[in-house]
């Protein structure tokens, strides 16, 4: 078990710049996240997968983000036309689903941190 | 609509003090609750969890019980380390098809030696 990893770690752009992001689930983990948190403040969710699917989107997700996850593995997540209000810690978690309650936790990767100038 | 609220921080403490820290929700249904914590320049760790009223989570000598009758879940250490600084996040789930977590602010702690 290798965690949840996200690439790149640190992203500088400049407004107006299209940005992508993966990250990479904890293979047998079925289930992933996407948060963004700004400084002094909690993650936020922005949306997530089952497999494939994605299954659900925060209000956050303007038309400018689009999250994809192809083979139900590793997620995108793109941001078109950056603003300098993107700038923020993008987080991916992925977790288990099932009755167990062990199927409740979200793991968490390290971030990107993007920087929008 | 769901919600988590924390305590406001900064905490600073000296090492081996009690530390509380606070957290009230706003749910309906019977959401799990959990606490992350956040060590400088890395990602949010899963500390402890509780998945029904009446259960204490407890992990590295932190505590927390579920009470569903204050809408608490209050985080406990009867002894910090300097090593327990770091940034600690209050967060709901609610239920298995709605995937999100709920996080509160975060509070941020101290430990001075």
């Known amino acids: 078990d290798t965690g949840v990893s996200q690439n790149p770690r640190h992203k500088i752009t400049k407004r107006g710049q299209n940005v992508t992001f993966r990250c990479d689930p904890i293979s047998e983990h079925n289930r992933l996240y996407w948060y963004r948190q700004t400084l002094g403040q909690g993650p936020e969710f922005l949306t997530y997968?089952?497999?494939?699917?994605?299954?659900?989107k925060s209000r956050l997700l303007s038309d400018r983000f689009s999250a994809e996850r192809p083979k139900g593995s590793f997620s995108t997540l793109e941001i078109q036309r950056t603003e300098q209000g993107d700038s923020a810690m993008y987080l991916c978690a992925s977790s288990a689903t099932g009755v167990e309650a062990y199927s409740y936790e979200q793991y968490f990767g390290p971030g990107t941190r993007l920087t929008v100038t | 609509g769901d919600s988590v609220t924390q305590m406001e921080g900064p905490v600073t403490l000296s090492e081996e003090a009690f530390l509380t820290i606070n957290c009230t929700y706003t749910?309906?249904?019977?959401?799990?609750l959990f606490w992350y914590v956040q060590y400088p320049g890395e990602g949010l760790q899963l500390l402890l969890k509780a998945t029904k009223a009446d259960d204490k989570g407890s992990n590295k000598g932190f505590e927390a019980t579920y009470r569903k009758e204050t809408t608490s879940f209050h985080l406990e250490k009867g002894s910090v380390q300097v090593s327990d600084s770091a940034v600690y996040f209050c967060a709901l789930y609610r239920g298995s098809t709605l995937g999100r977590l709920y996080f509160g602010r975060g509070t941020q702690l101290t430990v001075w030696p």
């Open positions: 997968f089952q497999n494939e699917a994605q299954l659900e």
């Open positions: 749910a309906t249904g019977y959401p799990s």
